[in-house]
């Protein structure tokens, strides 16, 4: 399984764009690159999966560079109820294959 | 679809006593389940995978004779604490998946809040 590095943190505001990216250089050639989000005390909720170029969904879109090294989830027009951990990881057959959850990236979004 | 319910959500036992947690999938046959723990501002680690009909995988450090793991049916897979400590509190995730194609993902449910006294 793919290493995945994401920034800790972030800090936007409402109504703002934002985007997390990571890095996974050592990606597989048969590796998806998924998303997930966490509330506090929740169990973490799927957001996006995606192969290579652009994957878009009600939520998120999901970017994805030609070398697949890094992806970006971009989250438009965030709102209070976006302040999540957003876990990227990356794997062959993610359904049943086990996950390795990285630190995540803890976003907080403001007033 | 791709409902994951987990019960109870929440359960304070004394210390040695033993609590079962179930994971059910509610629309759709998981052939593989997985279960994780979580402690405080930490990120989810592996403890288990189980599929159904046969025994589970632990992850390395994890006691299988602590940490009882049944997948009996595609919809149901239990964990079950045994001689629960204080260290043993914590937050316990499981995960289901179809596992029928490479791009099936894992459907988390809610979550288990366990306080062990």
């Known amino acids: 399984l793919a290493k995945t590095t994401q920034p800790i943190s972030m800090d936007s505001y409402e109504g703002q764009e934002v985007n997390i990216t990571c890095s996974h250089n050592?990606?597989?050639?048969?590796?998806?690159i998924t998303w997930y989000q966490q509330f506090p005390s929740q169990g973490p909720r799927f957001i996006i999966q995606g192969y290579k170029t652009k994957v878009t969904n009600e939520v998120a879109s999901l970017f994805i560079p030609a070398d697949r090294k890094s992806s970006t989830l971009s989250l438009p027009r965030v709102s209070l109820s976006d302040t999540a951990v957003y876990y990227c990881l990356v794997g062959e057959n993610t359904g049943f294959q086990k996950l390795v959850f990285g630190t995540g990236t803890r976003l907080l979004v403001s007033p | 679809g791709a409902v994951v319910s987990q019960h109870p959500s929440r359960v304070i036992c004394k210390s040695g006593t033993s609590v079962k947690i179930e994971c059910r999938s509610l629309?759709?046959?998981?052939?593989?389940m997985f279960w994780y723990r979580q402690f405080p501002k930490q990120s989810l680690m592996l403890m288990a995978t189980?599929?159904?009909?046969?025994?589970?995988?632990?992850e390395q450090g994890v006691e299988k004779d602590k940490f009882l793991i049944n997948h009996a049916s595609l919809t149901l897979s239990t964990l079950t604490v045994t001689s629960a400590h204080p260290e043993d509190s914590s937050f316990y995730i499981c995960?289901?998946?179809?596992?029928?194609?490479?791009?099936?993902?894992?459907?988390f449910g809610p979550g288990t809040r366990l306080t062990v006294l």
């Open positions: 050592n990606i597989a050639t048969n590796d998806y």
């Open positions: 629309d759709f046959q998981a052939t593989t």
């Open positions: 995960s289901a998946s179809r596992g029928t194609s490479s791009t099936d993902t894992q459907y």
């Open positions: 189980s599929n159904e009909g046969s025994k589970a995988t632990y």
